[in-house]
């Protein structure tokens, strides 16, 4: 097991043939619809980093023609 210390918190990975890897782990808060992204929150603590995180919502990716203003 690795750590990582980074600003919102700790972190645990997984070293695997000579390659560290940190899975999951969030890179900004929860989306707010139409808003801008906002930083990852804080956490006490030490995170797993060792399984893939939850998947993407699913919708219109952004940019696509539903999304854009008329």
Do not use: N
């Amino acid at each position: 097991m690795t750590l990582a210390r980074t600003p919102p918190g700790t972190s645990r990975g997984l070293t695997s043939g000579g390659v560290t890897a940190f899975k999951g782990v969030r890179y900004a808060a929860p989306a707010q619809r139409l808003a801008p992204p906002e930083p990852a929150l804080p956490w006490d603590g030490v995170r797993d980093a060792v399984a893939p995180g939850s998947p993407p919502w699913p919708g219109t990716p952004l940019g696509a023609p539903a999304c854009r203003p008329s």
